[in-house]
């Protein structure tokens, strides 16, 4: 490079070898694709072992994390009560395909968090939640149309992933996309459509295409236009959910949507779906109604055991998500201090738990991403994702992470100046 400024060389003896036998089986060595890194260059960081708020690559480097399996681990990694749990409860057996407790417990758990969770359905993933639930609201309302917004995310379904390959154009012509907290043209969207619309799919805070804060007033009005044209509002909550507060996302806003999808954080680590809403909605899936939807692994007993010591904990913890707020205020804060402080132009965007770093300049972000992980700092590897804190960071990991993104807009100061 012409300024002198060498690119990090991340990869060490045991981390190459893994990558490169990843490479032989998996498409790209990923079984995700935002694993491979590909936004920002260079190697992925394969990773061995997570405690608390540090992750473990092959080679014995500690990394404190960002990403926390994309917003799985409010708790941190290999939470105590977590693992001690799912150690006693294997001995019970591991699959049923039957109804047990520890799923009635964990659905009472979240209804006393989330009251509008009158009746739930458990699955294993958010991308079946929200299906789910999509399909339910067309079952109810008899029509086919749903509006989504640009850049949000609502998992792989071929209808939400209207830009994909792979996906026939006639699966995607009952999806509507709408810009962002645009009054105006959702209005116009549903006058266009009277009758024809479904569902609104809607991320209340949004984590996909960075950290898209949230519009009160515009959720406001999504459940005022959907009620009016007799389409269901439907909130993602995959994310948000159990994220800024101990609830949902919709009671912090204090807007009411009709079915409420979940994910993440509610399987403490393990694969979880849910979704739900009124009894009356919800019946309407069989076996009840006539709306199908059924899986093999729905209420998986050591998932449900995972999501009930989690919710357990979070409980107990109610009181503390303004500390762990207050902490991403202060990190972002100081990001955009030394960042200005440095000329280097970046948009820190933040809500609750939640932050993303965006540079107006192309490549500093790759250059950014990877020497932070140099330093130990395991950064979101794109700009469109979200980054999370966990109740396992503590001001230490904030402050480590202030002076090595400070040593790093110094680099990238210097690379500009040459
Ligand atoms: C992650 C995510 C999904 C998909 O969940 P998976 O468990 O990956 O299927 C859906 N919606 C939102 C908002 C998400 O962030």
Redesign the pocket.
């Known amino acids: 490079m012409a300024t002198g400024i060498e690119e990090p060389k991340m990869i060490t003896e045991k981390n190459r070898a893994l990558l490169q036998k990843a490479q032989g089986v998996f498409v790209g060595g990923v079984n995700s694709p935002i694993r491979a890194f590909k936004q920002v260059g260079g190697y992925p960081v394969p990773i061995r072992k997570g405690r608390g708020s540090k992750m473990y690559d092959y080679d014995g480097k500690e990394y404190i994390d960002y990403v926390l399996s994309?917003?799985v681990h409010i708790l941190g990694h290999a939470n105590p009560e977590i693992i001690n749990g799912i150690k006693k409860i294997v001995d019970f057996g591991l699959s049923f395909g039957a109804t047990h407790d520890l799923e009635i417990k964990l659905a009472e758990r979240l209804r006393k968090a989330i009251p509008a969770l009158e009746k739930i359905r458990f699955v294993s993933?958010?991308?079946?939640?929200?299906m789910g639930a999509v399909r339910l609201a067309r079952g109810i309302t008899g029509r086919d149309k749903i509006i989504k917004f640009e850049g949000?995310?609502?998992?792989?379904a071929d209808y939400l992933l209207v830009k994909s390959g792979g996906v026939p154009k006639n699966f995607i012509q009952h999806t509507l996309i709408a810009p962002n907290a645009d009054n105006g043209y959702l209005d116009k969207i549903f006058e266009r459509n009277k009758s024809g619309i479904a569902a609104v799919l809607v991320?209340p805070v949004g984590?996909?295409n960075g950290v898209v804060l949230p519009n009160e007033p515009f959720l406001k009005h999504l459940r005022y236009i959907t009620k009016r044209y007799g389409a269901l509002l439907i909130f993602?909550?995959?994310?948000?959910g159990f994220r800024f507060h101990f609830g949902s996302a919709a009671d912090y806003f204090d807007v009411k949507p009709d079915i409420l999808?979940l994910?993440?954080i509610i399987g403490g680590g393990l694969?979880?779906?849910a979704y739900g809403g009124g009894e009356k909605i919800m019946n309407h899936l069989a076996p009840l109604g006539n709306v199908y939807q059924a899986s093999t692994f729905s209420g998986n007993p050591i998932v449900m055991h995972t999501g009930i010591t989690t919710l357990k904990r979070l409980d107990l913890l109610k009181g503390s998500y303004r500390h762990l707020n207050n902490l991403v205020i202060y990190l972002s804060q100081a990001l955009s201090q030394e960042a200005k402080r440095h000329n280097i132009d970046v948009s820190i965007r933040h809500f609750g738990t939640m932050f993303s770093i965006y540079f107006k300049k192309s490549g500093y972000f790759s250059l950014f991403h990877k020497t932070l992980l140099k330093e130990g700092i395991y950064l979101a590897p794109s700009e469109q994702e979200s980054n999370f804190i966990s109740f396992s960071h503590d001001k230490k990991d904030i402050e480590k992470t202030i002076n090595a993104a400070r040593k790093v807009f110094g680099i990238l100061a210097e690379r500009g100046r040459a």
């Open positions: 994309y917003g993933s958010g991308t079946e939640a929200v949000s995310y609502h998992g792989h991320e984590g996909n993602d909550e995959v994310i948000t999808c994910g993440k694969p979880i779906g």
